[in-house]
């Protein structure tokens, strides 16, 4: 098994793996999650099965092609090279998920005006920004005025939060 | 139909769109001036509001952002050497040299102007090859419709990744994606997984958003963050060190000339880009150069070529979209959301049947290359200040741009939860070199695809030999597979030159 994962692109095949085992189960039960629709002489599964099988076969080569490649030995391929970043921190980009979260559910209790200076005083946190007593009422006024554009140029209303409906 | 066309041509110069198209520059030249983000993200926020206007309005001004964040790219690569765009890498290996020399405003102007020539130029082919090429397609019935489809998704899947396998499941992916929701053919709904939310399938622009804006904050905040400490910029209070002279112009004309072939050919073939552009029209001048040992140390006539063909692919990469329906890149895909947003379906019918907004926007075109021109000019010092900005400042005002872009469009929550999955969903395609772009592609082609796959279908009842039977599909099918295996052969073969070479 050990001398298996040493072979190959691993990523390509594990993530070929995934593919598989996500789309051939769908392609099986498709059936199962079509509901309502009139009679029509093309079945509206026809070209969701062409899709899904191309998917199948295509995750099968994909998994055979990682089997077949030699592993990379440097950290990058060279197409890719330019544009990953070398070092990540997985804490700040966890956090930073987290933060996203955390405003789709503020957006929901407090609302846009509320909870857009606290995230954008977080984000700013998390990329070394510190200079809170500029940075609080400067995000402050962007987002009362973001609210206000959208409302009277665009007629959208931001969320007002249920706390306050 | 004359009349039609000149009274489109015309109707760009009331004030909304000129106003669209203003503001689209000033959008583009910002978000593409500042690194880290770009020209794309900018129109997959922006997108939602040309719901609110009139396609007249709200179409050229996605142009304005498409052309002046391509040249807005170029400005943090002249200044900081840090291309704002892939695209811009060539122009930083001339543009920065000639900055160090204190001639940041000549690098400037060159870049400004070669990028305006380049667009000038593949908007004018536009104008003159879409139409007529349009006349031939129209008569393509669903399939070849299917089979052309068919093509351009491997051309796209093939060639907008590392690998082809890879860039194909994207787009497949991207079209199975697509197929949720309500069936057009028969009324059905299709994978809901019991959420009504999903009824109306998943909504394009928090999809576009979340795959092309937060994957790259999630990069930026997750990068092991050391900001650069730059010296203040400024341009040289010597005059003669910020004018792109009309001796410099001469003597770049025929690069400028030769790059903008090269953008607009590329630039039309689905899947290329800017690129792969850049980089050709950047080796063909040097290679054709009277002073090639200048380049590297600040050539002119180095730093016009990739300008003028990353610009000249922006007008050709609309031809397959106006001609075929078929959207070349990332950026004529959500063009082509846009497009649908306003009940509009790009392809040859568009030249007949909306002859007067079309011609409209071709008239937007060159008034954005006008503008481009202006308002760049005008605005280099703000330029300047623009591209060292902190990134603290810029990736907190990007995440909230991009909830309130997912939200507008339907004001819904539930958009913005789909924003943060394909947030995460696109951070992880990043990582893997699968191709975002193809994916969005696939999605939008889906539903077109599957118009003419039930179309024939019902034409055949339900035999696929109509795809093998008649003449225009074999070609495109063979063709299809005539693609894939040549472009699975160079890379074999680059791939054997580079292993032999280590």
Not at chain 1, 125 to 135: A, C, M, P, S
Not at chain 2, 190 to 197: A, H, K, Q, T, V
Not at chain 2, 236 to 242: E, L
Request: hydrophobic share 50%; aromatic share 10%; glycine share 10%.
């Amino acid at each position: 098994m050990k001398r298996f994962f040493n072979q190959g692109n691993r990523t390509d095949v594990i993530i070929g793996v995934i593919f598989f085992v996500i789309s051939f189960p769908f392609l099986l039960t498709m059936h199962h999650f079509v509901s309502g629709g009139t009679h029509s002489s093309v079945s509206p599964l026809s070209f969701p099965r062409f899709v899904v099988v191309l998917v199948v076969i295509l995750s099968i080569v994909l998994v055979i092609t990682g089997l077949l490649e030699k592993p990379a030995s440097g950290k990058a391929s060279a197409p890719d090279a330019g544009n990953s970043t070398p070092d990540i921190n997985h804490v700040n980009t966890a956090i930073y998920l987290g933060i996203l979260f955390l405003y789709l559910v503020l957006l929901h209790f407090v609302g846009f005006v509320i909870a857009t200076p606290i995230i954008m005083l977080m984000v700013a946190y998390i990329l070394n920004g510190r200079n809170f007593l500029i940075l609080a009422p400067a995000f402050t006024a962007f987002s009362v005025g973001l609210y206000y554009i959208s409302m009277k140029l665009m007629k959208i209303i931001l969320p007002t939060g249920i706390f306050f409906e | 139909m004359i009349g039609e066309i000149l009274s489109g041509l015309a109707s760009i110069l009331s004030p909304g769109p000129l106003i669209g198209i203003s503001v689209g520059i000033l959008t583009g030249l910002v978000f593409g001036a500042i690194p880290g983000i770009s020209g794309i993200m900018a129109i997959a926020i922006l997108l939602p509001m040309t719901f609110y206007v009139s396609p007249l309005i709200g179409i050229p001004m996605l142009l304005g952002i498409y052309k002046a964040g391509i040249f807005g790219g170029s400005i943090s690569a002249i200044l900081l050497n840090t291309p704002g765009a892939p695209p811009a890498v060539c122009t930083a290996m001339e543009g920065y040299p000639l900055t160090q020399k204190g001639k940041a405003g000549k690098a400037l102007n060159t870049a400004l102007s070669a990028s305006v020539f380049g667009d000038v130029f593949s908007n004018l082919l536009l104008i003159f090859v879409a139409a007529p090429l349009s006349i031939i397609t129209l008569k393509a019935g669903p399939a070849e419709r299917f089979a052309i489809i068919v093509l351009a998704l491997t051309v796209v899947g093939s060639i907008s990744g590392p690998s082809i396998i890879k860039g194909i499941i994207c787009a497949g992916v991207g079209i199975w994606v697509s197929t949720i929701g309500i069936s057009e053919t028969s009324g059905a709904t299709r994978f809901i997984f019991g959420l009504p939310e999903l009824i109306g399938g998943i909504s394009l622009i928090p999809m576009v958003i979340g795959l092309l804006c937060l994957p790259e904050v999630l990069r930026q905040v997750g990068g092991i963050y050391k900001e650069k400490k730059n010296s203040r910029l400024a341009l040289s209070g010597n005059k003669a060190d910020n004018r792109f002279t009309l001796r410099d112009f001469r003597y770049c004309l025929p690069t400028m000339v030769k790059s903008s072939f090269i953008g607009s050919f590329l630039g039309a073939l689905p899947g290329l880009g800017a690129s792969p552009a850049a980089f050709m029209a950047y080796s063909e001048a040097q290679r054709s150069s009277k002073k090639p040992e200048k380049f590297g140390k600040g050539a002119v006539d180095g730093l016009a070529a990739p300008e003028a063909a990353n610009n000249a692919t922006t007008g050709a990469a609309m031809i397959p979209m106006l001609t075929l329906g078929i959207p070349g890149d990332d950026v004529t895909a959500i063009l082509m959301g846009a497009f649908m947003i306003q009940g509009i379906t790009p392809g040859p019918t568009i030249f007949y049947e909306h002859t007067h907004l079309i011609y409209g926007i071709f008239g937007g075109l060159l008034m954005c290359d006008l503008l481009l021109f202006v308002i760049a000019k005008m605005g280099f010092k703000l330029w300047i200040k623009l591209s060292q900005l902190p990134k603290h400042l810029i990736f907190s005002c990007v995440t909230v741009f991009c909830f309130v872009g997912a939200y507008s469009i339907n004001q819904s929550l539930f958009d913005i939860f789909t924003l943060i999955v394909f947030g995460i969903i696109g951070f992880f395609m990043n990582k893997y070199q699968f191709s975002a772009g193809a994916f969005i592609i696939g999605f939008i082609l889906g539903p077109i695809w599957e118009r003419a796959f039930d179309q024939a279908m019902v034409i055949s009842n339900g035999s696929f030999s109509i795809f093998f039977t008649r003449p225009i599909p074999v070609v495109f099918l063979i063709l299809a597979l005539v693609s894939v295996i040549s472009i699975a052969r160079t890379r074999l073969k680059a791939k054997k030159t580079a292993a032999a070479r280590i």
